[in-house]
């Protein structure tokens, strides 16, 4: 019997312990496994390689992003790495310009010494992926955000991936942290693979750092899965398995995190202290269309620009009392970030200029809490 996503959600993966029958799968504290005999094992040899916890999670976050396995590792950042690190000198990348800056911090500090062709879409369009593809020597991976953090841009998936697979070799890589699998899943919209930092909505209570890669076939896996077992950047059982709690509660949270970011959005466009607010599920966002088809909401993120520049942000970080200042986001707890000095410091002055971001940007993260609260809370810090 095929399984909806919120029984997944709760159940793949986590089936009760054999042994004792404890309704909660134990953490398996463990860096290796007794062999009974020389060249007998129960299928599990040392940590590095696989941990039941942490398979647990790979078997849940597969099943609920559609795709064929996963790969767990210690930190999105670790995730995205991995992945990287499969490709060859003389593969190339091409990538949107409006990028995680991690992202594009390991591209270009990393992956473009070591000799991979690293080509930039400032456009992410169909047409912009095709017109990188064209001037990339032998492309391997497209790499895709949507939407993109913090102005919230949404590429078309679908169409993307249709226009990279005409270049036979060339897997689309879509970053599904600001969306999660609960709003949308790139794998049935044509993509290869998905990354996740599950630092943010997936855990979702801003207590543990971590990341996966979905696949969309078992042969898309392997190399990700000898990069696991061999670079080794893997995750704490104790640390999945916070995961793998977070995740059980993921669509109702989701629901509410998009319930209070729709709701905050059009209580700040009344606010005239808010000269732009950009949120997908408002009608007046450059790429709703595309959102509505491709997403099953919009998400908890909502940015803004003040009218009064960044004397006015500063005001409204120092007073507001329930949006707490911090990087980071996708957590329970309300948070508000200041891009150009927080989120995106490694950007130059041009750099900002081109995705958009100014002196007057603030991102917020909004919460699972009350909403007349949240409401309330900028509107005394900004007014
Ligand atoms: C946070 C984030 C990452 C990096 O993940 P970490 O868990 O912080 O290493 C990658 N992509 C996006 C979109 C993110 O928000």
Same mark, same amino acid.
Not at 338 to 348: A, D, G, N, V, W
């Given at each position: 019997m095929p399984h909806s996503f919120e029984t997944l959600a709760i159940h793949a993966g986590q089936e009760p312990d054999p042994s004792t029958g404890a309704i909660t799968p134990p953490?398996? #504290?463990?860096s290796t496994y007794a062999q @009974? !005999?020389?060249?007998?094992?129960?299928?599990?040899?040392?940590s590095r390689g696989g941990n039941p916890t942490r398979e647990n999670l790979e078997t849940c976050l597969a099943a609920l992003e559609k795709g064929a396995g996963c790969c767990a590792f210690g930190s999105g950042m670790a995730a995205i790495t991995a992945l990287l690190q499969t490709l060859k000198p003389g593969d190339g990348v091409v990538a949107g310009l409006d990028l995680y800056g991690g992202t594009h911090r390991i591209l270009e500090t990393l992956f473009r010494p070591w000799g991979v062709e690293i080509v930039y879409t400032p456009d992410a369009t169909p047409e912009g992926y095709r017109d990188a593809l064209a001037h990339t !020597?032998? @492309?391997?991976l497209a790499w895709v955000e949507s939407?993109?953090?913090?102005?919230l841009n949404i590429s078309d998936i679908a169409a993307i991936s249709a226009v990279v697979h005409e270049h036979g070799e060339c897997n689309v890589v879509v970053d599904n942290t600001f969306a999660t699998p609960w709003l949308q899943r790139p794998i049935e919209l044509g993509a290869d693979y998905v990354i996740h930092s599950t630092s943010k909505y997936l855990a979702g209570h801003s207590d543990v750092v971590g990341g996966v890669i979905v696949a969309k076939t078992n042969e898309l896996l392997d190399p990700v899965k000898r990069m696991q077992k061999s670079a080794g950047a893997i995750p704490s059982p104790f640390d999945v398995w916070l995961t793998q709690r977070g995740v059980k509660s993921l669509a109702v949270r989701m629901q509410r995190h998009c319930d209070n970011a729709l709701a905050l959005a059009q209580a700040l466009q009344a606010?005239?202290? *808010?000269?732009r607010v950009v949120y997908p599920g408002l009608p007046d966002h450059p790429h709703h269309e595309i959102a509505r088809k491709q997403m099953d909401g919009f998400g908890g993120v909502v940015t803004v620009e003040m009218r009064d520049g960044f004397p006015a942000v500063e005001r409204l970080l120092e007073r507001l009392e329930i949006f707490t200042l911090a990087e980071g986001l996708g957590g329970i707890e309300s948070m508000v970030n *200041?891009?150009?000095? #927080? $989120?995106?410091? $490694?950007?130059?002055e041009e750099e900002l200029a081109e995705r958009g971001i100014t002196q007057s940007t603030v991102r917020f993260s909004v919460g699972i809490e009350n909403i007349d609260d949240l409401i309330r809370d900028i509107r005394q810090a900004a007014g």
């Open positions: 953490i398996h #504290m463990t @009974p !005999a020389l060249g007998k094992n129960k299928g599990w040899v040392y !020597a032998n @492309p391997r939407p993109t953090n913090p102005l606010m005239p202290e *808010f000269t *200041f891009p150009p000095r #927080m $989120s995106h410091e $490694s950007l130059s």
